[in-house]
């Protein structure tokens, strides 16, 4: 073998009797004491160094340091509180950096079970690490506590190790017995070995019965049998939380501390949340429901926090509530999903700035393909059993998801599981579904999401929450009664009357999908919880004619006509749903033609108070808990004597349009900074969002042009709304009276789709032209932009007059770029009255508060060296 192959252990007889460590080989000592590990150690660092390589010390754990500072040795420190994955890739970068022919030592990497809890990880570090080190042509050492481990993952361990070897120290010196030496053989290599002579040049295998007698003598009486052997250290830990009782407050504190890191996460604000409403035996709960290991995730948490709120502190409340029924694959599984088919390095690479976009790319196109380890695929099987044919849904619960600052809302994946067939055809769309979520993970929008938020290097692994459709079957459909979206803070107050305080519900009948996503012509019924029957609009135009329910015959997701539903559900529950639109049906009737024409606004399931004071209650006590305003998803499943059940499937708290940030706190700003300030006259906050473009339809030439001409002027419009699309830019549209209106006379006759990528819509006052904001409530318009998160501002001019509070000032674009004639497709002809200002070097921001009372536009950066720098809290 090339000499340059070789590598020197700093022990002769070691080197001898492994024919010597190579390049590529992970060295792992199975030790009793860091002493054990030590004697190794030493001699390996100190004639690496004293070779001229590259010694890099990794530093981590709680005992005492391996090796002291000195010259040529590196000591990186981690910290793995970080996590798997920030550990893992860090380790990684530094072995990159370090590049081949470099000597690595590792503390105890048993200690990282303080942290990360499961054996699992501890198999999942050395199955990323091991394939790198030989890749890299590198060698290191590790060791492993003796006994410490269950036998699946030390054997895990063992077969991603190069070498792995017993290391212990009796009264006649140190012993060594190599359990797997890769690509060596002789016919004494795997005896246990004894270091003879005191300058331990002479490692001799034990070949007769007495010294070997007296060195199985030293490993103890453990053996296969051991119980605890056969558990993972996860196992290990919750069976320890059980009795948990028997402890002090400070015990059980420390382990409800310990508990929710594992279970839950990081999130400190959620954490206190947790602290509060829930007890050992809540998070041990949980572990009875978990397949694999890990963080349960965002989504999860969320959904059994405001469960446990309503539980612990409304028990009134609590007898409506639908008792879930929910399982949780642990984040655990996804990273050993990616190590298990070989996917670390294109994750790896993914986590470079570099490789962001590209490798995730590459790996989403594979997640498909892979398999699960057994056990994982053992457990899914379980779980199936128990739901039996009930239909379940695959939802993502990523790491960060749900939480304070970031709802990744939409960003991931949810797959229904309609659950016909066998056991085995269940079990593979299941499959399919969680591979599904998986590479959602993946997908460009979520990639952009997290880059935007400065979480592209984040921990972000993948959770998914497992729950069983709540609903009921009508013949060869499933569907809840009722589901939807409840606000405990109503933003859009469409009415004096309202109270914002109340809530606001977005209510279908079937599956909530037609809820929380937008649906073209046909509405979900928007209800403030203190005025339930007070409805925007028309109820027969803005109202809902299909339903999403689980098809048993299709086994898939499908919409129907509610005529459909109307046709397989009984009476009481027709009589709860059914809406007549008796004016068309009497057109029809007048010409002879009976024709029922139906459609539900739920108006009905709104008129029972219980229902709606409820879900009011249930929203204003976790928004209390919180102290902060939430969403929810909610379903709601009825009787025929009358009777309902909420099922609570979903909550966190409200985001803010734009960054996401949950806490919006309006500025001090200096006056010749400010673009606009209003007080009240907006919907859709809270808002915090960056302005890119701000395009400008001039009233008085706007009045002053011919009715015909008008119609140019939504041409214009949507040749800015296609370039902000393109672009990805944030727009931000000011135009005189109404947008959207049929009269071109009360303002710009836009359709939705043309300014449908603004993500702010401003309607000015041009008092002279009697040209006046008033947006249409319950309108395709108005639905339209609550569909679509658009926010809404009206600005009057005499509202902003000298001495008035409101602001609004246009000369502030002055020190923007007109660039609308630089468009294209821009119809140049009317450049002297339509203008699009490119608002970047202003740095413009919008905001705006929960309630949207008090809205300002400012421009952060100004010329001539004028700046205001504000950072949100």
């Not at 088919?341 to 570099?354: G, R």
């Not at 499908?558 to 008796?582: A, G, N």
């Not at 879900?615 to 204003?620: H, N, Q, V």
């Not at 932009?785 to 009206?794: K, N, P, S």
Request: aromatic share 12%.
């Amino acid at each position: 073998m090339s000499r340059l192959l070789k590598i020197e252990s700093g022990l002769p007889g070691l080197d001898f009797a492994l024919q010597n460590i190579r390049i590529g080989d992970s060295v792992v000592w199975q030790i009793s004491t860091i002493e054990d590990y030590l004697y190794f150690v030493k001699p390996f660092a100190e004639r690496s160094i004293a070779l001229g390589k590259k010694t890099v010390y990794f530093r981590f754990a709680e005992h005492k340091s391996l090796l002291p500072e000195q010259e040529g040795l590196k000591i990186v420190k981690l910290d793995p509180d970080e996590g798997f994955e920030a550990l893992t890739v860090r380790v990684n970068r530094v072995m990159e950096a370090e590049g081949p022919d470099s000597r690595y030592i590792f503390d105890c990497v048993s200690e990282l079970q303080s942290v990360w809890a499961a054996d699992f990880m501890m198999r999942n570090f050395f199955m990323a690490i091991c394939p790198a080190l030989k890749e890299l042509r590198a060698v290191a050492y590790f060791s492993v506590l003796r006994h410490k481990h269950s036998y699946s993952a030390t054997g895990q361990v063992r077969e991603a190790a190069s070498i792995y070897l017993n290391a212990i120290k009796g009264p006649l010196g140190m012993y060594v017995h190599p359990l797997k030496v890769s690509n060596r053989h002789t016919s004494t290599m795997f005896l246990p070995h004894l270091f003879k002579d005191f300058n331990e040049n002479g490692l001799v295998p034990l070949t007769d019965g007495i010294s070997t007698s007296k060195y199985y003598a030293l490993l103890g009486p453990k053996g296969i049998s051991s119980s605890k052997r056969r558990l993972d250290n996860w196992d290990i830990f919750f069976m320890k939380a059980q009795s948990a009782t028997r402890h002090g407050p400070a015990k059980q504190a420390e382990i409800k501390e310990k508990l929710y890191r594992i279970l839950i996460g990081r999130d400190s604000e959620r954490a206190k949340l947790f602290t509060e409403n829930f007890g050992i035996q809540d998070y041990l709960n949980i572990n009875d429901r978990l397949i694999g290991s890990g963080s349960i995730g965002g989504k999860s948490a969320g959904m059994l926090l405001a469960r446990k709120i309503i539980e612990k502190n409304r028990p009134d409340l609590a007898e409506y509530m639908e008792p879930h029924d929910s399982f949780y694959i642990g984040s655990n599984v996804f990273y050993t999903y990616l190590i298990s088919n070989n996917w670390w390095k294109l994750w790896f690479q993914h986590k470079s700035s570099e490789g962001y976009f590209m490798a995730a790319k590459a790996l989403k196109s594979q997640l498909a393909y892979g398999k699960f380890p057994e056990m994982v695929r053992d457990m899914f099987k379980i779980m199936l059993d128990h739901f039996g044919q009930n239909p379940i849904i695959v939802r993502s619960s990523s790491f960060l998801e749900d939480g304070f600052g970031n709802a990744f809302a939409g960003k991931y994946d949810s797959v229904f599981c309609v659950n016909e067939g066998t056991l085995e055809e269940r079990y593979e769309a299941f499959v399919r579904a969680v591979k599904e979520v998986y590479a959602s993970a993946m997908d460009e929008s979520a990639l952009v999401y997290r880059q935007q938020r400065g979480l592209d290097k984040s921990d972000e692994q993948m959770s998914i929450l497992v729950q069983r459709v709540s609903g009921s079957i009508y013949q060869d459909i499933y569907m809840p009664g009722a589901a939807g979206v409840g606000y405990s803070t109503n933003t859009y107050v469409w009415n004096k009357d309202i109270n914002p305080d109340a809530g606001m519900v977005r209510i279908v009948a079937g599956l909530g999908t037609r809820a929380v996503d937008r649906i073209s012509n046909d509405y979900p019924r928007l209800a403030s919880l203190d005025k339930p029957t007070l409805t925007p609009g028309g109820r027969g135009q803005f109202a809902q004619r299909n339903v999403d329910v689980l098809d048993f015959q299709d086994n898939s997701l499908v919409t129907v006509p509610l005529e459909e539903v109307i046709l397989k559900s009984p009476p009481w529950y027709q009589k709860l749903i059914v809406e007549h639109d008796r004016v068309r049906e009497q057109e029809f009737s007048d010409r002879g033609i009976k024709k029922e024409i139906v459609f539900t606004t739920c108006e009905n399931i709104l008129k029972d108070k219980r229902i709606t004071e409820t879900l009011r209650e249930m929203l204003a006590t976790i928004e209390e808990h919180y102290r902060y305003p939430v969403d929810v998803e909610f379903t709601i499943n009825f009787s025929e004597e009358g009777d309902f059940l909420i099922d609570l499937v979903q909550c966190r708290p409200l985001q803010a349009k734009g960054t996401g940030a949950h806490t919006v706190i309006l500025p001090e700003v200096p006056y010749d900074h400010i673009f606009f300030r209003l007080y009240g006259g907006a919907m859709g906050g809270p808002i915090q969002m960056p302005i890119d473009l701000v395009a400008i339809v001039d009233g008085k030439g706007y009045y002053e042009l011919a009715y015909n001409s008008k119609f140019n002027v939504s041409r214009a419009i949507e040749v800015i709304n296609n370039y902000a699309k393109q672009t990805g830019k944030n727009l931000m549209l000011l135009g005189p009276g109404r947008w959207g209106t049929s009269s071109a006379e009360l303002g710009v006759p836009v359709r939705f789709a043309q300014i449908c990528n603004a993500k702010a819509l401003c309607e000015m006052s041009f008092e002279s032209g009697h040209l006046m904001p008033e947006l249409s409530f319950g309108s395709h318009f108005f639905q339209d932009l609550v569909e679509t998160d658009i926010f809404y501002g009206a600005i009057f001019e005499k509202d902003c007059s000298e001495g008035k509070q409101s602001i609004y000032r246009p000369e502030l674009l002055e020190y923007a770029e007109n660039i609308f004639s630089q468009i294209p497709d821009a119809p140049v002809n009317l450049a002297s009255l339509v203008k699009l200002y490119d608002t970047s070097k202003l740095h413009m921001n919008l905001m705006a508060d929960s309630t949207s009372t008090e809205t300002l536009v400012y421009a952060q950066s100004l010329p001539k060296g004028k700046e205001f720098q504000y950072k949100a809290e």
